[in-house]
């Protein structure tokens, strides 16, 4: 959650007598007193029944129960991805490494669903120390970089594979894919590490409290915006496009010899990876657009209802942009027959799998 001055002030301004105390002016003049007293001094029972429509039911269900599912299909999913690509290609194409680094990115985002389930939970106490507001979600912010970043090469490599399938090879060579996949990574740790620094960890009567407060750190803040936006709508954009490109191209993937017309076999690593990135435009788009017009044109100032109406709808939002993390080991099983034989013969390595596919067969 982040917190400015013009948030803070209206958050304490008399909006329909949703504050019960008169004297609030006198603790506005310091910014940790400040964020005292919007942990402290709400008239609950307002809040309460405030919190207790639908939109915010929704909201509690999604994180208090789905959210853990995901999390076991994620992980389950991902290793599962991760187990079989390590063991299965002893010497990695471009592909394969672009694949290994999207399971990972995704596994890391499943920090996300386990943190908001517990928290929401109560299984995380609410009295987190520094170290903790700093840590807590580092690797579900490197992943949620980490994994845009990783489809966008995905998409631009594919893209290559259906246009000029025969310079494919030469331009995404094992060494450029090993440079590409640590550029990525290099590129989410910095933007991690900078979100961790920008943290504030602040106490409050009933424990602590985990804020970004914008004008401690005015210049960080502005770089670690400018980076989001980059990340998320860029990286977006371009595997909208590349999307685009790689449908149309599939679709006119014929040649004429001779008077005949000769399809061209679309390769299942090329399909099972374009449902990827199209299941990551169909759920991410939502979001992308909803921070668009709260970037641009959502007004500065709000009440304490209009912010909480925000959080929720934010919230849920971006639970769905995460399913795409979640879906792809499906969509390899359903796709790609390559998977399929090299998850065959990842599980057949295993003694207790042998026997129990020799007993079936």
């Not at 939109?55 to 599912?69: D, N, P, Q, T």
């Not at 908001?116 to 912010?141: A, E, P, T």
């Not at 005949?260 to 374009?274: D, E, G």
Request: charged share 15%; with cysteine; aromatic share 14%.
């Amino acid at each position: 959650m982040s917190l400015n001055n013009t948030t803070i002030e209206n958050f304490l301004a008399d909006d329909e007598g949703f504050y019960a105390d008169d004297d609030r002016e006198a603790n506005t003049t310091d910014l940790t007193s400040t964020v005292l007293v919007f942990h402290t001094r709400y008239n609950w029972d307002v809040l309460l029944a405030f919190l207790e429509e639908l939109r915010f039911k929704v909201g509690r269900f999604l994180w208090e129960r789905l959210s853990i599912a995901f999390a076991i299909i994620s992980v389950i999913g991902n290793g599962f991805i991760i187990a079989v690509l390590a063991k299965g290609n002893k010497h990695f194409c471009s592909t394969s490494l672009f694949i290994l680094s999207l399971a990972l990115a995704d596994l890391f985002v499943t920090g996300y669903y386990i943190e908001g389930f517990f928290y929401n939970n109560g299984y995380i106490l609410n009295s987190y120390n520094s170290l903790d507001c700093k840590l807590r979600l580092f690797l579900s912010v490197l992943g949620y970089d980490a994994s845009p970043l990783t489809l966008t090469l995905i998409s631009i490599e594919r893209v290559c594979c259906v246009v000029v399938p025969h310079k494919v090879k030469n331009m995404f060579t094992r060494k450029v894919a090993i440079f590409l996949v640590l550029a990525v990574w290099t590129i989410s740790l910095a933007d991690t590490v900078l979100f961790a620094y920008i943290k504030r960890h602040l106490r409050t009567a009933s424990g602590g409290v985990c804020v970004i407060i914008p004008i401690e750190t005015p210049v960080t803040y502005m770089i670690k915006t400018v980076i989001d936006v980059i990340l998320k709508n860029v990286g977006w954009l371009v595997n909208v496009i590349c999307t685009i490109i790689i449908i149309r191209s599939l679709l006119h993937n014929s040649v004429v010899r001779k008077g005949k017309s000769v399809k061209t076999p679309v390769k299942s690593v090329t399909l099972s990876l374009l449902t990827v990135n199209i299941v990551y435009v169909l759920f991410v788009t939502p979001m992308v657009m909803y921070d668009g017009y709260n970037l641009l044109f959502a007004p500065r100032h709000v009440s304490i209802f209009e912010f909480y109406n925000h959080v929720i709808e934010h919230a849920i939002l971006k639970f769905f942009s995460h399913i795409n993390n979640v879906l792809n080991i499906f969509i390899y099983f359903l796709l790609g027959a390559k998977f399929r034989q090299e998850s065959k013969e990842f599980l057949l390595s295993f003694k207790v799998f042998r026997m129990c596919h020799h007993k079936i067969t």
